[in-house]
């Protein structure tokens, strides 16, 4: 495994740490009638609007990446020159 993808992989626990944190949502349960409704409801929200923002900042980031074919081909052919 790359270090990037470890990086991306933490990165995202740790989000998914802090957002069950603000919805309080329970530790050790095992019967689902035991969680109170505003922490389903936080999941909800969770899994709904608060990741669609995120999908959608990560698609305005790429969008706004300065790279083109021409780019690319010129880095792929410089590292392949390289080894």
Do not use: W
């Not at 969770?46 to 698609?59: A, C, E, H, M, Q």
């Not at 969008?63 to 392949?80: A, V, W």
């Amino acid at each position: 495994m790359s270090f990037a993808y470890k990086c991306s992989v933490g990165r995202g626990y740790f989000i998914a740490g802090v957002l069950l944190e603000l919805i309080q949502f329970p530790e050790k349960t095992t019967q689902i009638n035991q969680i109170e409704t505003s922490a389903i409801q936080g999941l909800g929200y969770d899994g709904g609007p608060i990741l669609l923002v995120i999908y959608l900042s990560s698609i305005f980031l790429i969008r706004k990446y300065p790279i083109t074919r021409e780019n690319h081909f010129l880095i792929r052919t410089q590292m392949d020159q390289r080894t």
